[in-house]
């Protein structure tokens, strides 16, 4: 019975991956590697990852990939052109290579662990008691660490992607950028040695410009 | 079933990521293709686990969830990103960063 | 405190001098630097004094006494350290050296009176002098190249003191170029000994030499031959000599201590010095007496055409030299020693007063345009003439004795010395000759216009300075001779300096009468104990025959220049006219000077032009230089193609990557 149940969350994995990388559109895309992740999830209970399959559906197909649908839709983005480099064979060929590779890496090795059904059950194995006892005692430190790793990643994504001006459009926002002065010891190496000609190439500058070209600076340096 | 046929299907998972990184010029199917890869190890460890009986293994897993989680927040913001800034989302147009 | 420590005391007390001098030189008042140094030197002299009573306390054999501070480099092969050896050599050359030099300070402080470089003039002279006294005082052969360099790069700088003027710094580099070839002959030349006797320290070598080579072995031989080398550059003998007459280009006091009276004299005390290794090489002494032979002849011929003044003594100098080399090289050690000490004296005094003639003049210095000072100048002509009489070699000045000691000498030892000997009796003639030449043209015939003013008291001043060679105008800012002009006879300082000299120069010569007293000889006997050839006893009666044979001819040379210059006025030029070919030729020196144009300076230059044109732009730029720019370029331009900006390009090399390095371990793990 777990034989057939593997074999149909094994096979929905993998229909679900090669639909990720064939799909022409993302969104299509996004619900192949949804498919995947609840088949996934499958895997992981007949592992007896009780808490990690729980963990898959609710956060990764649950909260990321919600994300990911958010973003697809306000990004668009179509039909990809066609055309493309020597990778669109080599890609294939050097993702077999290693699967291959990993394949005789893994059934060839000496592991005897491998050919069995896994260790004798413990009772409570997989469940969230033992997981957070872990987490709370010997993997306190990663814990932690994950969490502030999180902090950075919430906070990087706002500053990321926030707007910069507040009001004005993207267009003028992008030649304030290119016209207005650089203060002293920012920007390229071009641009400082550049900065004289740009300053001199732009006209009078606007009014909005509060960063006035201080006089004294002449060339950045 | 035996634990080795879950590890064919995690090195199988993680070569048809790959396969997706190299071929694919949508950043969005990249960073999918790139979770797909993150999987297939987060099987494989929760594979191991149950092969040695430890819970370790799962926390280990958990935490590359965590990791996911985050480079997806990132990734996805730098493609908000390039969006605002009319800038093509193609990676093969994303090319000035050269020597 | 012992010997040794008043020997340390006599080069320290001019350092002493110079570093006060150097450090507040832009704070001394008036011509206090000037006072400073000429103190430092006088108590330099009087530790000498010191020195030399404590040595003639001591019995014979115990007047050789070494000193070591510290070790420079001490290993199996060679021990140099700083020593310094006090023995009557040394002392003798220390006396003299720090005597005269006090004279000249002395006189330096209103000759160089109001030139704008003062200061540094006095402790570039204290520089001088203490590297003089290292050279004399040192006690082996890393200390003699220590001073020997040192004294080079004081040449160097008081000749060029005058730095504005191209002539001066022109000299002051020939003087050092030609010293420098000198210094790599010493260099070399201490090597080849220091090879075989395994030692630098004088005693030590000259007690080793007998065991370490034999008579005229090549290596002994060559290395005294490189030593003479360093001795005739140093001491301006044929064919090295071409420096002398240019270094006239620096101040006169300057010529009178460098040129004149010690530092020209580091090639004789070279020689003297090494005296058992030149004993165990005859063939090098030979080399040096004829190379001193040679020179005192073309030195003597030259000085007879020479129009100005400075350049007449700095070619008799050159001469004088020559008599002493050949001595020394030939064996008459305390015969040419004290020929150098009489040497120093009338030399010294000459020049001096040639300054004193040269500050009447104001600033002038052709025989051409001087004449008839008798009157207005006659303290200078007094000195003048004492110091032309010992010059010349007339009894009973102290020239006459030390110049018949050296010819008594060679002519004792006979063979092909006799020849020398009698050379330096036809050099004897000609310094008759050319010496008075010069006082008769300067201070007889009708006085010229500077000399009238003078006599009614009024010191003539050239409105615009001049060079005195070339005629270029000048300034009298720093690097150009100040505007004052002095003479002995209004300032005390010359005078006394002068008169000292003047006093020396006449009776210097009772310290060896022969017959009589042997004083130089006796005190310097302990140094050359272990000589051969210095305790030839010349028998007094031969010795006064020379003697009267020198002072004939000394009176000859005399009269001839009486009659060519004083008595038939018109004769000379007539002479001129009639041997004028002779007259070009000694005129330009014999062409020496276009001689080491051609031999040396044009192929070094081409040498050099060579070497930019080709081996450094071409070998060096071109190949090394830009094959490495090209190299790298290449490199980074391949590793550049790599760098496309393309993600997935990026992508596929990483999982290449991670496929092979799977591969490894998988291979490496079956």
Known sequence: MSAVLFFIAAIGALTGAIGVITLRNPFYSVLALVVHLICLAVLFLLLRAEFVAAAQVVVYAGAVMVLYVFVVAYVGGGEELAGGTALRILGPLFAIGLAVELCIAMLGSALKGISSKGAPYVLGFGTPRHIGTLFLTKYLFPFEVASLLLLAAAVGAVVLARRRRGLESEDEELELRIRAPRPVYTGTMAEAAGTRAIESAAPEPEAEAEEAPEPTHTGGW | ?99 | MTATTFGWLIPLCPLVGTVIISLGWSRLPGRAAGWIGTAAIGLSFACSVVVVVSLLGKSPEHRQLTSALWNYAVTPGLDAKMSILVDPLSVFMALVVSGVSTLIHLYSVSYMNEDRGFNRYFAYLNFFVFSMLVLVMAGNFVLLIVGWAFVGAASYLLISFWYRRTTATRAGIKAFVINVVGDVGLVLGTFFILRHTGTVDFLKTFSAVHHVFHHNQTDLVAGCLLLLVGAFAKSAQVPLHTWLPDAMEGPTPVSALIHAATMVTAGVYLIARMHPLFEEAPTAGDVGAIGGCLTLLIAATIALVQTDIKRVIAYSTMSQIGYMIMGVSAGAYSAGLFHLMTHAFFKALLFMAAGSLIGAMAGEQSLDRMGGFRKALPFTFGCFLVGGLALSGLPPFSGWLSKDDIIGFLDHRGGGFLILGIAGYVGALLTGIYTFRMIFRAFFGEPVDQARELEHGHLAHAEVPRNPMTGEEEDTEIGFPGPGHFVAEREVPMKIAMGSLAVLAMIGGVLQIPGVDRGVQRFLAPSFATSKLAHTDVASGTEWVGLVIGAAIAILGIAIAYRLWVVRPGAPIELRQRLAPIHRFLSNKWYFDELIDVLVVRPALLVGRVAESVFERIVIGGGVTGGTIGIVRAGSAAVRRWQTGFLRYYAAAMVLAMGAVALYFLISST
């Open chain 2, 1 to 99: 079933m035996a634990i080795g046929w879950y590890l064919t299907v995690s090195a199988l998972i993680f070569a048809i990521g790959a396969a997706g990184v190299l071929t694919r010029r949508n950043p969005l199917v990249i960073l999918l293709c790139l979770e797909l890869m993150l999987n297939a190890a987060n099987l494989a460890l929760v594979a191991f686990s149950r092969m040695w009986g430890g819970e370790d293994g799962q926390v280990f897993a958990l935490i590359v969830m965590v990791v996911a989680a985050c480079e997806v927040t990132v990734g996805l913001g730098l493609i908000v990103a390039l969006y605002r800034r009319r800038l093509p989302i193609d990676v093969d147009e994303l090319n000035e960063l050269h020597g």
